[in-house]
C-alpha cells in the first residue's frame, strides 16, 4: 500500500512539474513574442529563422554603407557648389575686368580679389569630411591639392648660323610661360626683326636694333630676353632658338591625391563610387582658367582677360556637370536606400510571422496549465492525508 501510495505521489508530482515546465514556457513566449527560444524546440523553424536574421543583417550592412555614400557625396557636392560660386563670380569680374576703360585702382583690386578667389577655389578642394579629404580619391589622409610656388623656368639657348649673337637669356617671365622661341635677324645682322614661338605666332612688337653688349628685350606674352651681341655684324638672319621649360604659374596647383576612387559595397553583387576626385578634368580646367585670367590681369593684357571670359565660363560649365553628377549618384542612391528600407521591412514582417506567438493560444494553455496544476496540487494533497490515515491504522 506504501509503495502505491508512492507511485501515485510521484506521478503527480511529474505531473505539477510538466505543468510548470508549460507555465514557464508560456511566459517565456509572451515575454519575448516568439514561439520558441532554443533550437531544441523547433530546429527547423530555428534554421528559417536563423537564414532570416543573416539576410536581415546583410540590409542593415547595406543600409549603413548606403548612408556612409550619401554623406559622403552630400557633403562632396555641397563644397562643388562652394566652388561654383567662386566661378560666377570670377566670371562676372572678368566681363567688368575686359574693358579698356578699366583704371589702374580697379585692375589691383581685381587682381586683389581673384587672388582671395583662388584661395577660396583650394580650400573648397581640400575640404575633408570625418578628418578624410574628400577629393584625393583613395589617399584620403592627404590634402588634394598643393600650390605650387612661382617659377620662371630654366632657358636654354641653341645658337644659329649667325655667330654674332652669343648668348641669350631668359630675365623674367612673369606669367610663367613654357614655350621655344626662333630669332631671326634682318639682312645685315644687326636688328632682331622676328621673335616667334612654337606656334609660330609673332611675339615681337617691333624691330629691335643690337648694341655690343646685353640686349633687352621684352616679348609680347612679357617675356623678357637679354640677348648678347658681339658688336660685329653678320649678314645671317639665323640666330638660334631659345628654350624656356619648367615655368609654372602664380597660382597654380598640383593634384595631390589617388587615382583610385572610394568604394563602398553596398553587397556583394553592388559597389558604388562615393567621391569625385580631384584629377577630374574639370578641377584641371578649373584651376587653370583662375590662373589664366590672374595672368592676365597682372599683365594688363586686355585682350587675354577678354579670352578668360569663354575660358572661365567653360571650366564653370565643367564644375557644374560635375556637381550635377554627384547630384544624380545622390538620386540613384536614394533610389536604393528606398529599395533595401523595403527589404528591411520586408524581413521584419516575415521574421515576426515565423516567430511570432498566438498569444490567445498561450494564454488559454496556460489557463488549462494552471486548472490541471490545481487539479495536481488538490490530488497530492488528498493523497497526503490518505496516507496519513492509513499509517495510523
Given at each position: 500500500m506504501r509503495i502505491t501510495s508512492a507511485q501515485l505521489y510521484n506521478n503527480l508530482l511529474a505531473g505539477v512539474q510538466q505543468q510548470m515546465d508549460i507555465q514557464a514556457k508560456g511566459d517565456a513566449k509572451i515575454t519575448s513574442g516568439t514561439r520558441y527560444q532554443t533550437p531544441a524546440e523547433a530546429a527547423l523553424d530555428y534554421r528559417t529563422s536563423l537564414d532570416i536574421r543573416h539576410a536581415q543583417r546583410g540590409v542593415d550592412g547595406g543600409l549603413e554603407a548606403l548612408a556612409i555614400a550619401e554623406s559622403r557625396l552630400s557633403v562632396s557636392q555641397n563644397h562643388l557648389m562652394s566652388m561654383n560660386n567662386v566661378f560666377s563670380r570670377a566670371q562676372s569680374l572678368a566681363i567688368q575686368q575686359s574693358s579698356a576703360q578699366v583704371s589702374a585702382t580697379e585692375r589691383q583690386a581685381?587682381?586683389?580679389?581673384?587672388?582671395?578667389?583662388?584661395?577660396?577655389?583650394?580650400?573648397?578642394?581640400?575640404?575633408?569630411?570625418?578628418?578624410?579629404?574628400?577629393?584625393?580619391?583613395?589617399?584620403?589622409?592627404?590634402v588634394a591639392f598643393i600650390a605650387n610656388p612661382f617659377s620662371a623656368g630654366t632657358a636654354v639657348y641653341a645658337a644659329g648660323s649667325n655667330g654674332s649673337i652669343t648668348n641669350v637669356t631668359q630675365t623674367a617671365n612673369p606669367a610663367a610661360v613654357n614655350d621655344a622661341y626662333t630669332i631671326t635677324l634682318d639682312g645685315t645682322g644687326t636688328s632682331i626683326i622676328s621673335i616667334t614661338n612654337g606656334a609660330s605666332v609673332e611675339q615681337l612688337a617691333a624691330p629691335v636694333a643690337l648694341a655690343t653688349g646685353a640686349n633687352s628685350v621684352t616679348l609680347n606674352n612679357n617675356v623678357q630676353l637679354s640677348v648678347t651681341y658681339s658688336g660685329t655684324p653678320v649678314a645671317d638672319p639665323v640666330a638660334g632658338t631659345i628654350t624656356v621649360s619648367g615655368a609654372i604659374q602664380d597660382g597654380s596647383v598640383t593634384y595631390n591625391g589617388s587615382s583610385q576612387d572610394r568604394l563602398v559595397n553596398i553587397d556583394p553583387a553592388l559597389q558604388i563610387v562615393s567621391n569625385a576626385r580631384g584629377d577630374d578634368p574639370a578641377f584641371t580646367a578649373a584651376f587653370q582658367a583662375?590662373?589664366?585670367?590672374?595672368?592676365?590681369?597682372?599683365?594688363?593684357?586686355?585682350?587675354?582677360?577678354?579670352?578668360?571670359?569663354?575660358?572661365?565660363?567653360?571650366?564653370g560649365n565643367g564644375m557644374i556637370d560635375l556637381t550635377a553628377d554627384i547630384g544624380a549618384r545622390l538620386d540613384a542612391l536614394s533610389i536604393t536606400r528606398t529599395t533595401y528600407e523595403e527589404m528591411k521591412a520586408h524581413f521584419e514582417i516575415r521574421l515576426n510571422t515565423h516567430e511570432g506567438v498566438d498569444l490567445a493560444a498561450v494564454v488559454t494553455e496556460m489557463k488549462l496549465s494552471e486548472i490541471s496544476l490545481q487539479a495536481s496540487y488538490s490530488q497530492i494533497s488528498r493523497l497526503s492525508n490518505l496516507s496519513l490515515i492509513n499509517f495510523l491504522r
Amino acid at each position: 500500500m506504501r509503495i502505491t501510495s508512492a507511485q501515485l505521489y510521484n506521478n503527480l508530482l511529474a505531473g505539477v512539474q510538466q505543468q510548470m515546465d508549460i507555465q514557464a514556457k508560456g511566459d517565456a513566449k509572451i515575454t519575448s513574442g516568439t514561439r520558441y527560444q532554443t533550437p531544441a524546440e523547433a530546429a527547423l523553424d530555428y534554421r528559417t529563422s536563423l537564414d532570416i536574421r543573416h539576410a536581415q543583417r546583410g540590409v542593415d550592412g547595406g543600409l549603413e554603407a548606403l548612408a556612409i555614400a550619401e554623406s559622403r557625396l552630400s557633403v562632396s557636392q555641397n563644397h562643388l557648389m562652394s566652388m561654383n560660386n567662386v566661378f560666377s563670380r570670377a566670371q562676372s569680374l572678368a566681363i567688368q575686368q575686359s574693358s579698356a576703360q578699366v583704371s589702374a585702382t580697379e585692375r589691383q583690386a581685381a587682381i586683389s580679389e581673384i587672388t582671395h578667389l583662388t584661395t577660396a577655389l583650394i580650400n573648397s578642394a581640400n575640404q575633408q569630411w570625418q578628418g578624410q579629404s574628400l577629393f584625393s580619391g583613395a589617399a584620403v589622409d592627404k590634402v588634394a591639392f598643393i600650390a605650387n610656388p612661382f617659377s620662371a623656368g630654366t632657358a636654354v639657348y641653341a645658337a644659329g648660323s649667325n655667330g654674332s649673337i652669343t648668348n641669350v637669356t631668359q630675365t623674367a617671365n612673369p606669367a610663367a610661360v613654357n614655350d621655344a622661341y626662333t630669332i631671326t635677324l634682318d639682312g645685315t645682322g644687326t636688328s632682331i626683326i622676328s621673335i616667334t614661338n612654337g606656334a609660330s605666332v609673332e611675339q615681337l612688337a617691333a624691330p629691335v636694333a643690337l648694341a655690343t653688349g646685353a640686349n633687352s628685350v621684352t616679348l609680347n606674352n612679357n617675356v623678357q630676353l637679354s640677348v648678347t651681341y658681339s658688336g660685329t655684324p653678320v649678314a645671317d638672319p639665323v640666330a638660334g632658338t631659345i628654350t624656356v621649360s619648367g615655368a609654372i604659374q602664380d597660382g597654380s596647383v598640383t593634384y595631390n591625391g589617388s587615382s583610385q576612387d572610394r568604394l563602398v559595397n553596398i553587397d556583394p553583387a553592388l559597389q558604388i563610387v562615393s567621391n569625385a576626385r580631384g584629377d577630374d578634368p574639370a578641377f584641371t580646367a578649373a584651376f587653370q582658367a583662375i590662373v589664366d585670367f590672374k595672368a592676365a590681369l597682372v599683365a594688363n593684357d586686355t585682350g587675354a582677360i577678354s579670352a578668360s571670359v569663354a575660358s572661365l565660363n567653360s571650366a564653370g560649365n565643367g564644375m557644374i556637370d560635375l556637381t550635377a553628377d554627384i547630384g544624380a549618384r545622390l538620386d540613384a542612391l536614394s533610389i536604393t536606400r528606398t529599395t533595401y528600407e523595403e527589404m528591411k521591412a520586408h524581413f521584419e514582417i516575415r521574421l515576426n510571422t515565423h516567430e511570432g506567438v498566438d498569444l490567445a493560444a498561450v494564454v488559454t494553455e496556460m489557463k488549462l496549465s494552471e486548472i490541471s496544476l490545481q487539479a495536481s496540487y488538490s490530488q497530492i494533497s488528498r493523497l497526503s492525508n490518505l496516507s496519513l490515515i492509513n499509517f495510523l491504522r
